[in-house]
């Protein structure tokens, strides 16, 4: 990989339903959804999908997880677009956005944190009516944007990730990710195991009543872009769990400055990272915190009406 990523990552998708032209790649009564690039430097491109509400009340962006794409998000936006435009992008390392090399980009939650900022001011997007939808990796690069910039949005809803050090709340190979010796084989193995990932990652946790099928271009999407350039999902997520505790800490020795309003979700089932992780981060913020019942670790994909429901209450 190189500093030519964005040429690259056009080649990439020229055989997906998506291109650098603004493919329109769907007209719905009350919405209009588009799938596009969006340059954020010369090093990174990300890959976006807008909606847009025909008289928005507001605006909703939405950050997938691992493994995940934008492409989670697309039932979610049809259900919110009579009343809210909506925004998702692809991290850098996931979907189809840019990969660069790590001497270039460091994957770290703090980096994610400016790709962030990046992206609302190059999209323009008014704060004052933003609700941002945050899960997985991605909450803890918006809390950390939010102790220098309180008005970032109107609202912050995360869920279903791990604010603070604490590996006892969390999955085995998440906690041999933050460090070596371990991190380079969970790694390996994760390269390794990536179908069985993509197959179950949304499965693990929940009874064979309560496990669900992931719509199929969801699927399709995220197989197709876990390896781009060279680098796949998991390599990403390496390089994020490498600068991980450092950027916890961070943001636990600076919650006092964290004055965003912040609603914190949780799978009750979620056994990647334990409800116990969300009901310290809300106590030390003064959140209140929902524990899902029968939920696991992607509440949007489990039960998305439920996810539509936070969005609305979000914007009384």
Known sequence: MSRDKPANTAASVATTPTSRT???????????DAVDFIEIDEILTLRRMIVRAPAPKGTVLFLHGFPETLTVWKDIATMLARDCDVHAF????????????????????????????AYLERAGIDRSNLVIYATDIAALP????????PTIARRIIVGDFAPFDR????????????????????????????????QNVHRRGL????????????????ARSWSLDGATAADAFAHYYANFTRDQNFLEANLDRLKTPVR?????????????????FAAKIGAKVDTLPGIGHFPHLQNPKQTVEEIHASFR
């Open 22 to 32: 603004s493919e329109t790649i769907a007209s719905r009564e009350a919405a209009h």
């Open 90 to 117: 692809d991290w850098p390392g996931y979907g189809q956005s840019s990969r660069p090399v790590p001497e270039f980009f460091s994957y770290a939650p703090k980096a994610y944190a400016q790709v962030l900022k």
């Open 142 to 149: 918006v809390l950390l944007l939010a102790l220098d910039e």
């Open 167 to 198: 590996p006892q709340y969390m999955w085995e190979n998440l906690q041999n990710l933050k460090a070596e010796p371990t991190a380079s084989p969970t790694r390996a193995y994760m390269n390794k195991t990536s179908d069985e990932i993509l």
């Open 207 to 222: 009874s064979p009543a309560e496990q669900f099928d992931l719509p199929v271009d969801v699927q399709q999407d995220m």
């Open 264 to 280: 914190v979700i949780w799978g009750e089932k979620d056994i990647y990272i334990r409800s116990e992780m969300g009901i310290e």
